[in-house]
């Protein structure tokens, strides 16, 4: 199966790679997928006093596609407010790195990391976590 | 060096030009059928596929009236596996294999379990191996057919066959192996190792696709199998269709050429394969998978921990290898070879199979080490799995949210 251009470029120099405090009230950690499945990712935001997401580190087991959605995902979520964040979709992720359909569920994973790390920081913010009721395609 | 470096020879082998020399007159100018006996084009096929015959006999110790030609191993193990079933049924309709055989065993077994077939499936011991103990106590009187591989295509241990022949004769049933990773590799004889049926490949020993062979044994005992092609009645009744003559040629050159070169390559094989896997199992936490004594010259399968097979096969896209993930796949199954030796699935999906060839040489191989471990430790600085690993984390102690 061929790569394309934008997923081998993220998989070859992945941004943003890393590990923030996640004993930080500022952090915020999503950790999701399983090592059984053949991909885990863990994505982590730290947000500032104004609700605006400063920073953004991942760091990701899996196939290229799945290294190359949360690269993505941590370059997208840099200086956006949480509540732009949650609107992220993985479709959006699906369209930018143009993964084949057998790919898709790599792009799942990063939109749930997105919101786990969301909720993560939600939390520990004394706020309650959001419910994603969205069926993915 | 030509990049990427091919080391992937368990999937297929790039063709000797020695072979491809042999073929070539027969698609131009010798182009007779074999079958056609009233003129020189049909006697030179037919002489050309005799001489393959001998070829293909000679190396594997049988005769070449025991030789069936079919279109590759896996019409080779179907004609076996439903050819005796279908012939033998009224004696027994039990049949043995293990787990970690070749799709082509495996689905036709399940095919004839459907037309009411009983069949044992083994596990081996975590070292790829048949237990022995096992396979006895799975013989019955209704057992007609013991069919284990000679060589594993994935982590290349090497059967006990004798011993199998010898468990399987003692019960009345016959011995079949799908020998097509270990022919023209390592010394296969069907006289010494007890083999009623052997199915055999060109492509996997420097010889053309689509072309195969069936030994089936003519006496003490005389096999038969019911052809699962109707034709014109080739190959004794067998197997139908007009035989493919160079491919036939080819695969007799190929033959002869495992028989004359096998030690050597073997020899030669072996300490390169030796040196890449001493070099990579430096890296921590890296394992080699299957039993590393009784194991074909030229194989190696090694799982890299906390890196996933397919990122890690992109990172090495140098080289041409196979991994034991298959994270395409909508399933997100890995290798149910690696997992019958129980390994973890996250064990399987990180695996990698080296497969060296004739072909394969030092400077290839020292680049392969290189590109690797360079491949190893750039992923698992991307790893989070890595990380947990070095904090002192029990990964199996999170609760991971699967999907």
């Known amino acids: ?137 | 060096m030509d990049l990427p470096i091919y080391l992937d020879n368990n999937a297929t082998t790039p063709m000797d030009p020695r072979v491809l020399d042999a073929m070539v007159p027969y698609f131009v100018q010798k182009f007779g059928n074999a079958s056609s006996r009233n003129h020189a084009f049909g006697w030179v096929a037919e002489e050309a596929v005799d001489y393959a015959r001998e070829q293909v006999a000679q190396l594997i110790g049988a005769n070449e009236k025991e030789i069936i030609f079919t279109s590759g191993a896996t019409e080779s193990d179907n004609l076996a596996l439903k050819g005796v079933f279908e012939m033998y049924k009224e004696k027994g309709n039990h049949i043995i294999t293990m787990v970690t055989e070749h799709k082509a065993v495996l689905d036709a077994c399940k095919h004839l379990e459907k037309l009411g077939a009983r069949v044992t499936y083994l596990t081996p011991k975590p070292d790829g191996l048949i237990d022995l103990e096992q396979l006895v106590a799975a013989m019955s009187q209704e057992t007609i057919l013991v069919s284990i591989m000679y060589g594993n295509n994935e982590i290349g241990v090497i059967q006990p066959v004798k011993e199998i022949a010898r468990i399987a004769h003692s019960f009345g049933a016959l011995f079949m192996t799908d020998a097509t990773q270990a022919v023209g590799k390592i010394p296969v004889n069907v006289i010494e190792d007890g083999i009623d049926l052997l199915a055999l490949s060109g492509h996997k020993m420097y010889g053309p696709k689509g072309v195969g062979a069936l030994y089936v044994r003519r006496k003490n005992p005389r096999v038969k199998v019911t052809a699962q092609m109707d034709g014109g009645g080739h190959e004794r009744g067998m197997r139908s269709g007009t035989l493919n003559v160079p491919g036939i040629v080819g695969l007799g050159k190929a033959c002869e050429l495992g028989r004359l070169e096998m030690h050597e390559d073997a020899v030669r094989l072996s300490a390169l394969r030796d040196k890449l896997e001493a070099a990579l199992t430096q890296l921590e936490e890296s394992y080699v998978n299957g039993n590393r004594e009784h194991r074909l010259p030229h194989t190696t399968n090694i799982s890299f921990k906390y890196v996933e097979g397919e990122g890690l096969m992109m990172a090495m896209k140098d080289l041409a290898v196979s991994s034991g993930s298959a994270c395409t796949s909508a399933s997100l199954e890995p290798s149910y070879v690696l997992k019958s030796l129980g390994l973890s699935d996250d064990l399987a999906h990180s695996s990698i199979r080296f497969g060296l060839g004739r072909f394969t040489t030092e400077e290839e191989v020292d680049r392969a080490i290189e590109v690797t471990r360079n491949a190893v430790t750039h992923l698992r600085e991307l790893s989070p799995l890595w990380e947990m690993f070095k904090e002192g984390i029990d990964l199996d102690s999170i609760e991971w949210a699967e999907h």
Not at chain 1, 74 to 93: F, P, R, V
Not at chain 1, 94 to 109: R, W
Not at chain 1, 131 to 136: N, P, T
Request: with cysteine; net charge negative.
């Open chain 1, 1 to 137: 199966m061929a790569y394309s251009d934008k997923v081998i470029d993220h998989y070859s120099n992945p941004r943003n790679v890393g590990t923030l405090d996640k004993s930080s009230n500022k952090v915020g950690t999503g950790l999701v997928g399983a090592p059984e499945c053949g991909d885990v990712m863990r994505l982590q935001i730290e947000v500032d006093e104004n609700n605006v997401i400063k920073d953004a580190k991942f760091k990701t087991f899996g196939c290229g596609s799945a290294i190359a959605s949360s690269s993505l995902a941590t370059e997208w979520l840099k200086g956006k407010s949480i509540d732009d964040a949650m609107k992220i979709d993985n479709m959006d992720i699906v369209e930018e790195l143009a993964l084949p359909p057998v790919k898709i569920h790599c792009s799942v994973l990063a939109e749930d990391a997105i919101k786990a790390a969301i909720n993560d920081f939600r939390i520990k913010n004394g706020l309650a976590p959001i419910e994603s009721e969205k069926v993915h395609h």
